[in-house]
């Protein structure tokens, strides 16, 4: 039977160990270092813990006496950490700035900060657009920004902008009396449109954004490309 047919399931299935011979066992102890954490599902535990099996021999390991036994402690280990829950502490990321609640604490004062504004170059490259701040054109609600259309300048479009450490949220966005069109750039890179044409007057649509770079921090532009 050719080897490769034993890949597959059938009666005539041989085992083969994992290690053809002996490698080079890892110079370092599992949860030394920088480590990195896995999620599976627990179901696999037990299996998981099976497989290990196989780094528990000492012919699986190359070197004298000595090394094969430090690399079967290792071993063991590994296969002891692998089965013990990791409880992740959720990320504590500052809420935006705009919010002005007594129990939380905002990222930075909000004069230190652009929100409102226009870009004057709505068409350019996203790394190319130029944002100004201007709170006239925009006409606040409780949580509800809108666009004063009378007061944008020629040939621009008005556009927010914030700062995030989130490396997912989602942006939701309220259908007004008009049909607009959003642009989402983040970190000068063009992410994703949203159009509201689809909904009803005073829908909400909501918009995911997931996996950024886990970076220090996101920036975040919203130009409104249609009114």
């Known amino acids: 039977m050719p080897y490769s047919d034993n890949l597959y399931p059938g009666d005539f299935n041989f085992p083969v160990p994992s290690f053809h011979q002996g ?11 920088e480590t990195e954490l896995y999620a599976y599902n627990p179901a696999w535990s037990p299996v998981l813990a099976a497989a290990c099996n196989q780094l528990l021999q000492y012919y ?28 992740v502490a959720e990320r504590d990321y500052p809420t935006p700035y705009w919010d002005d609640g007594t129990d939380v604490d905002d990222e930075m004062p909000a004069d230190e900060q652009d929100w409102y504004g226009y870009v004057t170059n709505p068409s350019a490259p996203a790394n190319e657009l130029t944002f100004v701040e201007n709170a006239v054109i925009w006409i606040f609600t409780g949580f509800i920004a809108l666009v004063l259309s009378p007061a944008l300048p020629a040939g621009v479009a008005a556009a927010v902008t914030f700062r995030t450490l989130a490396t997912r949220f ?7 009396d008009l049909v607009e069109q959003f642009r989402v750039i983040i970190d000068a890179q063009d992410y994703g449109t949203v159009d509201t044409s689809g909904l009803a007057v005073g829908e909400v649509m909501e918009f995911t954004v997931d996996g950024l770079e886990d970076l220090a921090e996101h920036d975040i532009m919203i130009v409104v490309t249609e009114l």
Do not use: C, Y
């Not at 490698?23 to 270092?33: A, K, L, M, N, R």
């Not at 430090?70 to 990791?86: D, G, W, Y």
């Not at 989602?170 to 007004?176: E, P, Q, S, V, W």
């Open 23 to 33: 490698v080079t066992p890892p110079d370092v102890d599992p949860d030394e270092g």
């Open 170 to 176: 989602t942006l939701a966005f309220n259908r007004g």
């Open 60 to 87: 699986s390991w190359t070197g004298d006496v000595d090394q094969r036994k430090l690399a079967v402690e290792r071993a063991t280990n590994l296969k002891i950490q692998l089965q013990i829950p990791v409880d």
